[in-house]
T-cell receptor, first 116, second 114 residues
Framework: AQTVTQSQPEMSVQEAETVTLSCTYDTSESDYYLFWYKQPPSRQMILVIRQEAYKQQNATENRFSVNFQKAAKSFSLKISDSQLGDAAMYFCAYRSRTSGTYKYIFGTGTRLKVLA | IAGITQAPTSQILAAGRRMTLRCTQDMRHNAMYWYRQDLGLGLRLIHYSNTAGTTGKGEVPDGYSVSRANTDDFPLTLASAVPSQTSVYFC?????????????FGPGTRLTVL
């Protein structure tokens, strides 16, 4: 069974600095999707960035980028130039692409604090 | 554009009572999902629907039922609530079931079962 692990329950970063959130996963599948979602205090989850496993190039969305290491089954999120609005819970998620199955597995989350 | 709405925002419920959590989306998405979020456990999928008229079981379906009579609505029913169902419940939708598409989430319903 697939699992997603976020080993950092909480992280802190100084405003304008860079922070990296870790995510590892376990799967026997070769093709899948990976996502990072943000959950601010308002509770509503928002997609931050996504990656297709067959693509070697790391996804980038403005200040957010990922370091996707398929062999190591690692999918870390880097936030550059951190802003106060980045403070939130961040969830890593795995989505299976195996035909006939539906698996969308979330990690337990990392709470990011941004210090002014 | 509202996106996904959920009702109620929060609810306190006596054990043994029946409760329906409502979810409505206005994006004409084919797929809809129900998750529960518990501290230390992240989000876990309860049920999903890949299109109107069809539903499927997720990771933690026991004690819950869903229906998908039309594209927009996807209610979640607890037939006889138990304290272990105390959680925050999120409804989500995506344009296509099981794809690379982003899931859009509702604001959640905080349910407390006493």
């Amino acid at each position: 069974a697939q699992t997603v692990t976020q080993s950092q329950p909480e992280m802190s970063v100084q405003e304008a600095e860079t922070v990296t959130l870790s995510c590892t996963y376990d799967t026997s599948e070769s093709d899948y999707y990976l996502f990072w979602y943000k959950q601010p205090p308002s509770r509503q989850m928002i997609l931050v960035i996504r990656q297709e496993a067959y693509k070697q190039q790391n996804a980038t969305e403005n200040r957010f980028s990922v370091n996707f290491q398929k062999a190591a089954k690692s999918f870390s999120l880097k936030i550059s130039d951190s802003q106060l609005g980045d403070a939130a819970m961040y969830f890593c998620a795995y989505r299976s692409r195996t035909s006939g199955t539906y698996k969308y597995i979330f990690g337990t989350g990392t709470r990011l604090k941004v210090l002014a | 554009i509202a996106g996904i709405t959920q009702a109620p925002t929060s609810q306190i419920l006596a054990a043994g009572r029946r409760m329906t959590l409502r979810c409505t989306q206005d994006m004409r998405h084919n797929a809809m999902y129900w998750y529960r979020q518990d501290l230390g456990l992240g989000l876990r999928l309860i049920h999903y629907s890949n299109t109107a008229g069809t539903t499927g079981k997720g990771e933690v379906p026991d004690g819950y039922s869903v229906s998908r009579a039309n594209t927009d609505d996807f209610p979640l029913t607890l037939a006889s609530a138990v304290p272990s169902q105390t959680s925050v419940y999120f409804c989500a939708s995506s344009e296509v079931f099981g794809s690379y598409n982003e899931q859009f989430f509702g604001p959640g319903t905080r349910l407390t079962v006493l």
